[in-house]
């Protein structure tokens, strides 16, 4: 029977699926790598302000839901966001990770 999935490649070209698997972790650490770096260079944006002051663990969750309401953007990004502060830090860097 005839693989048609790789009709074009000669025996010797076909990738077998653990040299596959290789591949793809290797250019996902590449990726994950190319995104940390110069991850806190330039200073935030408004956009992000608004989302570090909304998203502040220092405040409750009633707070949090307040600042939300008043500023009309009704965004449960701003809940995920404070518990991942609650649990890895409130920081730039930790904001930055989850913002871009």
């Not at 000669?10 to 110069?38: E, P, S, T």
């Not at 220092?58 to 009309?72: G, K, L, P, S």
């Not at 965004?75 to 991942?84: A, G, S, T, V």
């Amino acid at each position: 029977m005839i693989d048609k999935t790789n009709i074009f490649l000669r025996n010797d070209q076909k990738l077998n699926h653990n040299n596959l698997r290789v591949y793809l972790v290797l250019i996902f650490i590449l990726g994950f790598l190319i995104r940390l770096y110069n991850l806190n260079y330039e200073d935030y944006w408004f956009d992000e302000l608004f989302t570090f002051y909304v998203s502040d663990p220092n405040v409750t969750f009633y707070e949090t839901y307040i600042r939300i309401i008043d500023t009309e953007n009704n965004n449960f990004y701003q809940f995920i966001l404070k518990l991942f502060f609650l649990f890895f830090g409130y920081n730039d860097f930790n904001g930055r990770l989850v913002f871009k």
